[in-house]
């Protein structure tokens, strides 16, 4: 069992920089891929990055390459998206997921699932 906790949202202006934490309980994480969706009010869920589990591969969807990156720390079975040059239009829900099916590209599948944090960015 992996409990998934994300923080480290809150409110920004536009061109602002925010850290999210996705930190993992288990001593397995390392095994784990993990990915970062999002979901804004009235909209559908929008993968937004994913990490392989040794870190050696990110992937990030075309809205948020160039501003967002991703990194994770197995010692201390977190990892981070840091969130840069932010826009009204990233304003939503992140959540964090782990698989160990190696997926690092799709919001499925996934085996656990964060409870998210929220993030708004103001014009």
């Known amino acids: 069992q992996v409990q998934l906790v994300e923080s480290g949202g809150g409110l920004v202006q536009a061109g602002g920089s925010l850290r999210l934490s996705c930190a993992a309980s288990g001593r397995t994480f390392s095994n784990y891929a993990v990915t970062w969706s999002r979901q804004a009010p009235g909209k559908e869920r929008e993968f937004v990055a994913g990490?392989?589990?040794?870190?050696?591969?990110?992937y990030l969807t075309d809205t948020v390459k160039g501003r967002f990156t991703l990194s994770r720390d197995n010692a201390k079975n977190t990892v981070y998206l840091q969130m840069n040059s932010l826009k009204p239009e990233d304003t939503a829900v992140y959540s964090c997921?782990?698989?160990?099916?190696?997926?690092?590209?799709?919001?499925?599948?996934?085996?656990?699932w964060g409870q998210g944090t929220q993030v708004t960015v103001s014009s």
């Open positions: 997921a782990a698989n160990l099916r190696g997926n690092f590209r799709s919001i499925a599948p996934y085996d656990y």
């Open positions: 990490i392989s589990s040794t870190a050696d591969s990110t």
